[in-house]
């Protein structure tokens, strides 16, 4: 009997446990699969963008549908079979090697992907902005293309354009999307899906689509029938229709382009905004009704901080996403008019004035503003993230 207790006290025997042994065969035909794979995409690919008349049908419209299902079943069927083939590649290596590479054999292919398309560009724009205007050799002092962008008149009024942009654009999003998404909250499920969708719509249209929507809008016809609805609304009212889009007065056409921005980013600001508010636990809600709190106190003394976390979320991701706005203005003004920005000021350096090594060094200007903001978004997230 006392034997029995001393072995269940000690547990059954321990069996030392041993790596499993490489296979040669998973090994050999996962890494000619891997290349095998690699080689056939990345070919098609090629052929797609230099060949596309191997593809071809003769109807346009059918063409650009081949090849547009051809790129997703080569993108979607490769990944997933390259990843298959490296899989058994790993599988096939000793047991503690193979389990401490598998995870970083699925990570790596991304690592590798946002390297080359995202980091190695931005390495040799930071190179280019310290070359002359062909690329083909370095400026003397080294850092004159920064100087010369610097001392540039039309690029300070630029930046007094993205400053302008960036105090008006993303609290006017925040604002209007939290006041939607409050409103909203209040009407019947069917009231509330349908003001939803509506205010959401616009977030399915390109920028270029919406400036091309809104031109119609700011039209103005010189010494004739007014067809823009902005004119039509003044002639109703008994003013003068005005060319809007050139008036610069108190930065008005700056302004009246933010408006298709402001259009298209609130329904995203809407939607995150009420999933917050409808977070906001209720009991503290009725608690504070008990207590006598008007609607008001409770929604800026209780909702509004337990949703902070959100509305610092929303503001930066448009905070961001208006540092390098581009379509809107080159669409409606290519920047006349005193309406210019940094990223339609880069386009015109490089493309117009064909100086890469000024456009560069704009560039690489904005990178370094983005920068820090980046940089707080990240530190937010984390933040928010450790206190779930």
């Known amino acids: 009997m006392s034997a029995i207790i001393e072995a269940a006290a000690v547990g059954p025997p321990q069996t030392k446990k041993t790596a499993s042994p490489a296979d040669p065969k998973r090994i050999l035909v996962g890494a000619v699969a891997m290349i095998a794979v690699g080689w056939f995409v990345g070919n098609a690919f090629l052929a797609l963008a230099y060949y596309p008349q191997w593809f071809a049908m003769g109807v346009p419209v059918i063409d650009k549908i081949v090849q547009a299902l051809l790129a997703m079943v080569l993108g979607i069927g490769g990944a997933v079979l390259f990843f298959y083939c490296m899989n058994v590649f790993v599988e096939g290596l000793p047991g503690r090697l193979g389990q401490f590479l598998m995870p970083y054999a699925w990570i790596l292919p991304g690592y590798f992907t946002v390297g080359l398309l995202l980091l190695y560009p931005t390495v040799q724009t930071v190179n280019y902005s310290l070359a002359n205007e062909n690329s083909t050799a370095y400026v003397s002092p080294i850092y004159k293309n920064f100087a010369d962008v610097l001392a540039s008149p039309e690029f300070m009024r630029t ?86 889009i050139t008036i610069d007065r108190f930065a008005l056409n700056s302004i009246l382009l933010m408006v298709i921005v402001v259009w298209l980013q609130v329904g995203y600001a809407m939607v995150l905004l009420s999933t917050a508010i409808k977070n906001v636990p209720e009991d503290t809600l009725e608690a504070a009704r008990i207590d006598g709190a008007s609607e008001l106190k409770i929604f800026f003394q209780i909702v509004i901080p337990q949703m902070r976390g959100t509305i610092i979320t929303v503001f930066v991701t448009v905070f961001i996403m208006v540092m390098k706005i581009f379509d809107i203005v080159y669409v409606m003004t290519n920047g006349n008019y005193k309406t210019n ?48």
């Open 159 to 244: 930046i007094g354009n993205n400053l302008l942009w960036l105090l008006i654009v993303p609290a006017t999003t925040v604002v209007i999307g939290l006041l939607v998404a409050v409103l909203a909250d209040r009407l019947s499920p069917k009231g509330e899906n349908v003001s939803k969708a509506m205010m959401f719509m616009p977030m399915a249209i390109s920028f270029v689509g919406a400036s091309t929507i809104w031109g119609f809008i700011y039209d103005y016809q010189s010494g004739a029938t007014q067809i823009g609805l902005l004119n039509a609304i003044v002639q109703a009212l008994g003013g003068e229709p005005q060319s809007w």
């Open 341 to 388: 920005v940094i990223a339609n000021l880069f386009f015109q350096e490089l493309f117009v004035q064909q100086n890469a090594g000024k456009a560069s060094a704009i560039v690489v200007i904005l990178l370094v503003a983005v920068i820090p903001v980046l940089i707080y978004q990240v530190r937010h997230f984390k933040r928010e993230e450790a206190e779930r």
